[in-house]
């Protein structure tokens, strides 16, 4: 039994597709629970209408997790996706898991890639991972790992204590740290697309707060770092990793937060200093003036050079025509 588990606060506008998508999955032992979060809009007459297709629970408005953590007490199932409620999965998503499960029974955890959906345009792709690197690595990487992407053994989640109930954003990766840190080391990538993540409509959090939430993914990060070390599993292709995630915060950040963006820099050398190939935000001739100048001249250089390149892009007015205007 797999248990698809859908916490939903006013979700009106895409709840139907969601619970859709989770009743038309392939495997054969599915069940389908909502929890409502307290919606002021239609969300809760459109899972009543469902019937006894799905379970739904209703209740006053109590927050992301804690209605995942009431999700998990009332699962019947051995292995538990859970789903955002404005975003949905392929058909496919659970069949590819769960057999991947039956190779490997030992497992507490299989994820996946998802693909990304920008609403406002219409646009997706995939959030594409690297067969050759681990876990850490692609938790480094950060935005490659997605709530809907999970399929959890729910005695592995039980045993960690579920979803902490304040945790404000990067709800997902601090729940996996967690299993990490406790010693859980039996995770397996199914490397097949089997969700869609919609972006670019939701006021979430990471959106009202950027800097709030880019200093819990550092936080998380530097947990991480030091299990790693703790551990002995600390390796080059994770030192670089860490390096890059950290200079390109620092860049994030510079313009509203210099101060902090300097410790971001700093710290990201503690892992080394490494030529990044794969990030758009770190070229090749602001690594070189970083090694030279350090990290904040390079900053200033940057936007001294954006600044001339604007200034040439404004079209001069031709003075020839000044006394025929």
């Known amino acids: 039994m797999v248990s698809i588990l859908i916490p939903a606060l006013n979700a009106g506008q895409w709840i139907r597709q969601s619970i859709d998508s ?28 469902y019937g006894t297709r799905i379970r739904v629970f209703a209740g006053p408005h109590a927050g992301g997790n804690p209605a995942r953590n009431r999700l998990l007490e009332l699962a019947s199932g051995e292995w538990l996706q859970y789903l955002d ?3 949905y999965l392929l058909p496919h998503k659970i069949s590819s898991q769960m057999q991947h499960v039956k190779d490997h029974p030992d497992l507490d955890m299989v994820y996946s890639p998802v693909i990304l959906r920008e609403e406002e345009t219409g646009s997706e792709k995939v959030l594409a991972m690297d067969e050759n690197s681990d876990l850490s690595l692609h938790y480094i ?7 809907n992407g999970f399929l959890w053994r729910r005695s592995s989640l039980l045993t960690v204590g579920g979803w902490k109930n304040d945790q404000p954003a990067c709800q997902e990766h601090e729940l996996l740290l967690r299993l990490i840190e406790a010693g859980w080391q039996r995770f397996s990538l199914v490397n097949r697309p089997g969700a869609v993540y919609r972006t670019n409509h939701t006021k979430s959090l990471s959106r009202k707060n950027p ?11 530097d947990r991480l770092q030091e ?9 080059p292709r994770h030192c670089k990793a860490f390096y890059s995630k950290r200079l390109q915060a620092a860049r994030a950040v510079w313009k509203t937060d210099p101060v902090w963006a300097e ?5 990201a050398r503690s892992t080394g200093t490494w030529w990044v190939s794969s990030s758009p935000a770190l070229p090749f001739l602001f690594q070189l003036a970083t090694r030279f100048v350090g990290f904040g001249t390079s900053e200033r250089l940057a936007a001294l050079k ?7 892009s404004i ?3 031709d003075s020839s025509n000044a006394g025929n205007s």
């Open 22 to 49: 989770a009743l038309a999955q392939t495997y054969p032992r599915v069940e389908v629970l909502v929890v409502d979060d307290g919606s002021t809009d239609d969300t809760l007459d459109i899972l009543r209408s």
């Open 85 to 87: 409620a404005d975003d």
């Open 141 to 147: 990487r950060w935005h490659v790992l997605n709530t």
């Open 211 to 221: 800097l709030g939430t880019l200093q819990i993914q550092m936080d998380l990060l």
């Open 315 to 317: 079209p001069i007015p």
């Open 227 to 235: 299990y790693l070390t703790r551990k002995q599993l600390l390796t």
């Open 263 to 267: 410790k971001l820099a700093f710290h």
């Open 306 to 312: 954006r600044s001339i390149a604007t200034k040439r």
